[in-house]
């Protein structure tokens, strides 16, 4: 499989919105340990920040942020205690953190979905100049991903892509190694997926955006974008079955059902039929296991509306066609038209 492309850092434009993204994710089912990670890069503003948390009864967050826009050559990417870096002849990438995250509380009585408090969200030096002391645990990880499956790049088939990326890349792959939360360390072996994007993030101009991956058969997987400007709501993506090229996603129809008010509670069950290329239909019906929220204030440029957009990154558990349980992850967004500070994240 050929990575070259994909694979280098992008020359930066000057435009402070101008940023180059990272995402990891998995979930091991053996383990019952899941991880996901995004890191964002913005060298013209000299910024770069991270959102990450650990899935499973070891329920950890961490949002904070750098002065750093990009170190080396983009071949090591660093914030806020994370690092990756990438095998520029094997695409395997690496990722390593060391630091503390914030414990979240399982409480018990908790129903499955509950979300993680917003105010922990924020980053740790925050939350204690705000009064607030948060539980401290320390974290560690080294693990490898390693691709199972080409890069699917997104193709520009509306120019209403072009408001939150240039070019974006989907790929799934196995990650290992192991994961450390406090005194309890994993070994972890799972598959997962990663992205990669690069250009101008206006999300003011955006109404809605989801996203969602799944392993739907075995050796298959399916992820997928959507995104909803004014009147007008495209797709992209991709049905990935190992090293061929599978047929990209054309429209996604979705059921979700929330807690309570759908502007502000937290989604409880989701389900998608994921129309392709091919004409398949793919079905997937998921629970909801476990929600990390965000919040950023947007102000549209024209007519100076301030909102609120609330951003749920879902943990959702399904079957796949033959009956086996697996976990994928689904990010649904929402506008609430009464804004609700919250410290930004680099996003």
């Known amino acids: ?69 990009r170190y080396d050559d983009g071949t090591v990417h660093r914030s806020a205690g994370f690092e990756y870096k990438q095998d520029p002849l094997t695409g395997i990438w690496h990722m390593t953190f060391s630091g503390a995250m914030v414990r979240v509380p399982n409480t018990a009585g908790d129903t ?48 209403l892509w072009s408001t939150v990326f240039d070019v974006h890349y989907d790929q799934f792959g196995i990650f290992s190694g192991h994961l450390t939360i406090g005194d309890k360390t994993y070994e972890v072996n799972a598959k997962g997926m990663r992205d990669h994007s690069w250009g101008v993030r206006d999300w003011a101009k955006v109404d809605e955006w989801q996203f969602g991956w799944f392993h739907h058969a075995p050796g298959q997987s399916v992820a997928w974008w959507e995104l909803t400007i004014g009147d007008t709501t495209v797709w992209d993506g991709a049905v990935h079955r190992g090293d061929a090229k599978g047929a990209s996603v ?29 004409g398949e239909d793919i079905r997937i019906e998921t629970q909801i296991v476990d929600v990390v929220p965000a919040r950023f204030v947007k102000t ?36 609430s038209r009464s804004p609700l500070a919250r410290e930004r994240s680099g996003e």
């Open 1 to 69: 499989m050929d990575f070259a492309i994909e694979r280098a850092a992008h020359e930066p434009g000057t435009d402070p919105l101008w940023r180059e993204s990272y995402y990891f994710e998995f979930f091991d089912d053996d383990a019952g340990i899941g991880l996901f990670h995004s890191m964002g890069e913005r060298p013209a503003k000299n910024h770069s920040g991270v959102f990450s948390g650990v899935w499973g009864d070891q329920r950890a967050v961490l949002v904070d942020w750098d002065k750093v826009g």
């Open 112 to 159: 499955p979905g509950t979300r993680v408090p917003h105010e922990l969200m924020l980053p740790p030096r925050k939350q204690v100049e705000s009064g607030m002391e948060p539980d401290l645990v320390p974290a560690n990880w080294d693990i490898a991903f390693t691709p199972c499956s080409p890069a699917y790049r997104y193709e520009p088939v509306s120019p």
């Open 250 to 278: 054309v429209s996604v129809d979705r059921t979700i059902r929330f807690r309570g008010d759908r502007a502000e509670s937290e989604p409880t069950t989701a389900e998608f039929v994921v129309h392709t290329s091919d």
């Open 300 to 335: 549209d440029h024209e007519s100076q509306e301030v909102n609120t957009t609330i951003v749920d990154h879902c943990l959702a558990r399904h079957l796949d066609i033959v009956g086996v349980t697996r976990h994928g992850q689904y990010e649904i967004t929402r506008t």
